[in-house]
């Protein structure tokens, strides 16, 4: 079925350096993905997002790339810091009426 | 603006009892859904409404769970009998992009509920 995957649990990281989530999804027909930041007793946060028709976009620290050929995606968050500590999910829509479906998440635990 | 509210926050009953959760949309949203997130794993979508219209609830398990949204506005999520399995974190969102559109779905802090 339809579902989307992350490659790594868990990321630790040092404070200032640049972190990378990977995710694969599976449903070649998704053509718009997003990236969300879950903390701990909270709802998901919209980071960013980017369309099929694109295979980067940048946003404020923040750099999605879209791989269309091997279905992946990744979320590049340049100078991490303790408060990006936190669960991420990518989330696709199959283009079915605007749903999404989630991966499993990776965990980033940024150490001061 | 305010954002997507959820009550009650946490609930705790026993195993075959019910449940309700509670979702107020932001204002002019037409698409609410309601997705469960199990510890340690992604929401996983349950049903979702475009106004007071069922889009999509192909993983709400309709023996036990129930969902509905009268008057297009707010929203409620039923679980009658609760299983041990149904302890999660109840998340509400809503979106402005419609059926059609892509957009940003804005979550609210999510219900949680442990079943003893």
């Known amino acids: 079925g339809e579902s989307v995957g992350l490659h790594l649990p868990t990321l630790s990281v040092q404070e200032g350096d640049n972190s990378i989530i990977n995710c694969a999804y599976s449903n070649s027909a998704s053509d718009y993905f997003i990236w969300y930041k879950q903390e701990s007793g909270k709802g998901p946060q919209f980071i960013i997002d980017?369309?099929?028709?694109?295979d980067k976009r940048q946003g404020q620290r923040v750099t999605v790339l879209l791989n269309k050929t091997v279905k992946h995606l990744s979320l590049q968050i340049a100078a991490t810091q303790p408060g990006d500590s936190a669960v991420y999910f990518c989330a696709e829509n199959p283009n079915q009426g605007g749903k999404l479906i989630f991966g499993q998440g990776t965990e980033l635990s940024v150490k001061p | 603006e305010a954002g997507v509210a959820q009550s009650p926050r946490y609930k705790i009953i026993e195993k075959r009892q019910s449940v309700a959760f509670w979702c107020n949309p932001i204002?002019?949203?037409?698409?609410l859904y309601w997705y469960q997130q199990i510890l340690g794993q992604g929401p996983k979508l349950l049903i979702q409404?475009?106004?007071?219209?069922?889009?999509?609830d192909s993983q709400l398990p309709k023996d036990r769970f129930s969902a509905e949204r009268l008057k297009g506005v707010d929203s409620t999520l039923k679980i009658q009998p609760a299983k041990l399995e149904d302890s999660a974190v109840y998340l509400c969102?809503?979106?402005?992009?419609?059926?059609?559109?892509?957009?940003?779905?804005?979550f609210g802090e999510g219900s949680r509920l442990t079943v003893l």
């Open positions: 204002s002019g949203h037409a698409t």
């Open positions: 969102a809503s979106s402005s992009s419609g059926l059609a559109g892509h957009g940003e779905l804005f």
């Open positions: 409404f475009q106004n007071n219209g069922v889009v999509d």
């Open positions: 980017i369309r099929s028709n694109m």
